[in-house]
């Protein structure tokens, strides 16, 4: 796996995450709407109680992955550390630990987009300089 694929794995865990959240609060929505009695009053395996099962493992698997995420975030920070140019690291930073998109980060640094694009290109040249002969694996 190349540098720019390893820094850049944390956004396929964090969109699983906002797809996993969205239905999350959809069965939360849903539960909701039962009333304690309604919940007790229904023999085991009735549809309310599968569904707050499901709520259960699928807040667990939000958790997993707000943990896996967390990691991959620290392990993404240690590697832009290494610049030594603070503008490179704003824009690296902002992009694959914070998220942002590319017509965010030019208004959160007040930079023109055409520098942000500068600045990454040379940051990613520079930290694969940096980084020459470390292999990269997918741990995602």
Known sequence: ??????INRAWA??????VKKAHLES????ISKYGEREIESYPTGNSSETQAIRWSELKKEC???????????RETDGILKLLTNPSQYQVLYLRYV???SWDDIPEALHYSKQNVFKLHKNGLEELERLTEYQE???DT
């Not at 796996?1 to 390893?6: A, F, I, P, S, T």
């Not at 865990?13 to 906002?18: A, G, H, T």
């Not at 958790?63 to 975030?73: A, F, S």
């Open 1 to 6: 796996m190349e540098l720019r694929q390893y």
């Open 13 to 18: 865990v964090y969109k699983k995450l906002l």
């Open 27 to 30: 069965l939360s929505n849903v």
């Open 63 to 73: 958790d997993d992955l707000e943990y896996r995420l967390l990691c991959i975030d």
């Open 98 to 100: 914070c998220r942002l």
């Open 136 to 138: 990269w694996e997918d």
